[in-house]
């Protein structure tokens, strides 16, 4: 496996985990019974769940963009050192993004999100 690839794998393992976190959280501010039920009228998320929602949300954003780079520069032919280097400053910064999201850290999640947002200029760039 190549390592765009490895770090691709690590980006839905990543995805996966913010998924748990967020529906734990959702669990204990509004109960299992109420997200059960068809949630017509879930009450907004807020604090911790709310921070958890959105931050998965703003993940599965930007693993379609991620997912679609990797796999073009792995059929293209074009997966190189700098697409590997891309596909880890991606999923690091994501990993960092998610941390700082949810404890609620609010520029330097900004600051996290930019540096992913580089490491996909970074794969696009090979393809170009």
């Known amino acids: 496996m190549t390592p765009d690839l490895k770090y691709l794998l690590m980006s839905v393992v990543l995805t996966f985990v913010q998924v748990l976190i967020a529906a ?20 907004v998320l807020t604090g911790f769940a709310g921070r958890a929602k959105r931050a998965h949300l703003n993940m599965l954003e930007n693993m379609v963009l991620f997912t679609a780079l990797v796999l073009i520069a792995a059929v293209a032919g074009k997966a190189n050192a700098m697409t590997a280097m891309g596909a880890l400053v991606f999923f690091w910064a994501r990993l960092a993004y998610a941390v700082i999201y949810l ?25 170009c």
Do not use: K, Y
């Open 103 to 127: 404890l609620g850290v609010p520029w330097l999640r900004t600051v996290a999100w930019f540096v992913s947002v580089i490491g996909m200029v970074m794969i696009a760039w090979q393809l």
């Open 24 to 43: 734990a959280a959702a669990n204990q501010t509004v109960g299992l019974t109420t997200l059960a039920g068809n949630r017509e009228d879930l009450p």
